[in-house]
């Protein structure tokens, strides 16, 4: 029997992961981990793609490894390790650039939008072969299944365009992979600007929960999250953005059902189940946060782990990549 494999990777472009990564992707790689075989990378490369500190990169791959351990990765369970570790991801990242068009790659929306947003002379080649390295971090283990949120959805086309390209010019060599769509993914917004994601590059910090926030804070920030001028506690997305995102992250971290929580505060106000929810959001947050400052008083043992998981990673990713090299003729 062969258990399917997973990938998936956030930056470490932080300090801090934020309710969205927690409640969007954390949660599901935690559960990912009891049917199948998930590789979960700190994808540093893809994080020096916009200007990082070095000395805040270094601490941001700790804070962030430490947060996914808190949050319930188990390296049992879980390939677990740093992109840069591993050199494999590189070197596979250039053959597939080679069979990748320029046009194909210029299509790509999100780097469109960011070069739209920077112009052209301050968007780097890096942020243009962005997807073809996503492209060699997935196909170097033979990854079965891949979460995407919809911001990625194109991002794992061209992945699996050009694993079908090089299977064709040079034979069977990639697994083609396929998007993994959890059943009930949560995508939480900004809380003040509820028709904006929440984003580590949110306009307002106020909008932003922190996993590493001091739980009063996290308790102001939702109790001053934006609702409407009703006072009907009612999920409705496109004309209550607010109050429906607060719905959304309660039913996210409780399991309750949206329809449940109408129920349950019917005539009751804002206040109320603004209250309630910072309770529910900053018990499920106040371990984690105690987790991780725990794990981040032991570095060694936190460099220890991922040089463990970059051993196995390398070993998986060496085997595909002298595949493909023998294929392509090196
Ligand atoms: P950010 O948008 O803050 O830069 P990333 O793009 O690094 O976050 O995303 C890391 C992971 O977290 C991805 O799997 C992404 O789909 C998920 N994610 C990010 N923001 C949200 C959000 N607001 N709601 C749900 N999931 C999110
Ligand atoms: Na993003």
Not at 138 to 163: F, K, M, N, S, W
Not at 235 to 254: F, Q, R
Not at 288 to 311: K, M, Q, S
Request: aromatic share 8%; net charge negative.
């Amino acid at each position: 029997t062969t258990t399917p494999i997973v990938f998936s990777g956030m930056q470490p472009s932080s300090d801090s992961l934020h309710l969205g990564n927690y409640l969007g992707a954390l949660v599901n790689w935690v559960a990912l981990q009891d049917e199948y075989d998930p590789i979960y990378c700190v994808v540093d490369l893809h994080a020096i793609t916009v200007a990082q500190d070095p000395k805040a990169l270094h601490d941001n791959v700790r804070r962030t490894t430490a947060q996914y351990l808190a949050a319930g990765v188990d390296v049992e369970r879980s390939t677990l390790f740093v992109q840069s570790h591993v050199p494999a991801h590189t070197e596979l990242a250039w053959v597939l650039g080679t069979m990748t068009g320029f046009g194909e790659a210029s299509r790509m929306t999100q780097f469109k939008d960011k070069s739209a947003r920077h112009g052209t002379d301050a968007t780097t080649v890096g942020l243009f072969t962005y997807p073809v390295l996503m492209a060699a971090d997935i196909l170097l283990y033979g990854t079965d299944l891949v979460p995407v949120g919809d911001d990625q959805r194109q991002h794992l086309e061209l992945t699996r365009d050009l694993a079908g390209r090089f299977n064709s010019r040079y034979g069977d060599t990639f697994v083609v992979p396929e998007a993994l769509i959890p059943k009930e993914s949560a995508r939480i917004y900004d809380l003040q600007e509820p028709e904006a994601k929440m984003s580590k590059s949110s306009a307002s910090e106020a909008g932003l929960v922190k996993l590493m926030d001091d739980p009063a804070i996290t308790a102001k920030k939702i109790k001053s999250a934006v609702t409407d001028t009703e006072r009907e506690v009612r999920y409705e997305p496109h004309t209550k953005p607010g109050i429906s995102n607060l719905l959304d992250i309660y039913a996210a971290t409780t399991g309750d059902s949206i329809a449940e929580l109408e129920a349950r505060y019917a005539g009751r106000g804002y206040g109320d189940f603004k209250k309630d929810l910072a309770e529910v959001v900053v018990d499920r947050l106040t371990p984690i946060r105690a987790r991780t400052l725990e794990l981040l008083e032991d570095p060694a043992e936190l460099d220890r782990l991922l040089a463990v998981g970059a051993e196995r990673a390398s070993e998986r990713a060496e085997r595909i990549l002298r595949e493909v090299y023998d294929r392509v003729g090196f």
